[in-house]
């Protein structure tokens, strides 16, 4: 996996020039492209799901004129199994969660029952300039100066822990988390920001298990959901289900939570700002 370091400096200075007018970019998942759908999930037939590693959607937003495409790219690790992808996730008996990307991992069976096993499920985001319709979509990087996205349903059980961790370098900005005092604790570990889950099961729509995450000055970022699970018998052997909301249908309260950047990757990014190479680029 790779990270800008500076990315999160150029970010702060962009953002200081432009939240004036930058209107934050809300992520529409309803339009998936080209998606094998092969399964169903159990608790909705009639919804499709794809057990394919990588999603691409269409006219998932606009910013600055453009049309905005994505590419998702999934890639479960450690002791975790997938059990598929949801592309626009919606909900069976509300208006919302809709025009969501929800997915599902599970302990992998194969580990004794018993035996503690910790991993997760990273996903990469990448933004694309759909401009040009379907011929070259998915090939040209497109920068948001600034979106939105919520992570939710990340809540745990006794028996398992559900976390998220947010790269700074990806051009994170703020976050804000719910009010209840159970909700998700946030904890700053230089490069990340890890989301620690209540331990408890909570609703889709309630922000005990919900994120609000702001990014700027970018055409990638990483959620990489972390777990750890303890299953004395196979009926705690749960699957973990979460998803991620770009319209916003989750309303918090209180103001955003400010992402302080690392004193080495500020001085970084002066020294670039300096020679005059502080324009963003994407770097393999």
């Known amino acids: 996996m790779k990270h800008i370091l500076c990315k999160s400096l150029l970010a702060s200075t962009i953002l200081v020039t432009t939240s004036a007018y930058a209107v934050p970019v809300d992520l529409d998942f309803s339009n998936p492209y080209n998606v094998n759908f092969d399964t169903n999930p159990y608790w909705d037939p009639s919804h499709p799901a794809t057990t394919d590693g990588v999603v691409h959607y269409t006219n998932v937003g606009m910013s600055g004129g453009n049309t905005i495409d994505a590419k998702v790219t999934a890639t479960v690790f450690g002791g975790y199994v997938p059990d598929f992808q949801i592309p626009n996730y919606e909900s069976t008996s509300v208006s919302e969660p809709n025009g969501d990307h929800g997915f599902l991992y599970r302990r992998d069976s194969s580990i004794p029952i018993g035996q503690a096993v910790t991993g997760g499920l990273e996903f990469v985001f990448e933004l694309f300039d759909g401009s040009g319709g379907l011929t070259n979509t998915f090939t040209n990087p497109i920068t948001a100066d600034e979106l939105n996205i919520i992570a939710y349903d990340v809540d745990g059980e006794p028996q398992q822990t559900e976390n998220l961790r947010v790269f700074k370098s990806d051009g994170l900005m703020s976050y804000i988390t719910g009010t209840n005092p159970a909700s998700l604790v946030a904890t700053d570990m230089g490069a990340s920001i890890l989301f620690e889950g209540p331990g408890t099961n909570f609703s889709e ?61 500020t001085l970084l990014g002066l020294g670039l700002v300096g020679l005059g190479l502080s324009r963003k680029r994407k770097i393999a």
């Open 205 to 265: 729509t309630d922000t005990t298990g919900a994120v609000l995450l702001n990014f700027a000055n970018t055409d990638s970022f990483t959620l990489r959901f972390e777990s750890s699970t303890i299953a004395n018998n196979s009926s705690l052997d749960n699957p973990i289900f979460s998803a991620i909301d770009g319209d916003l249908f989750i309303q918090f309260q209180g103001p955003p939570v400010t992402v302080p950047t690392p004193i080495s990757v």
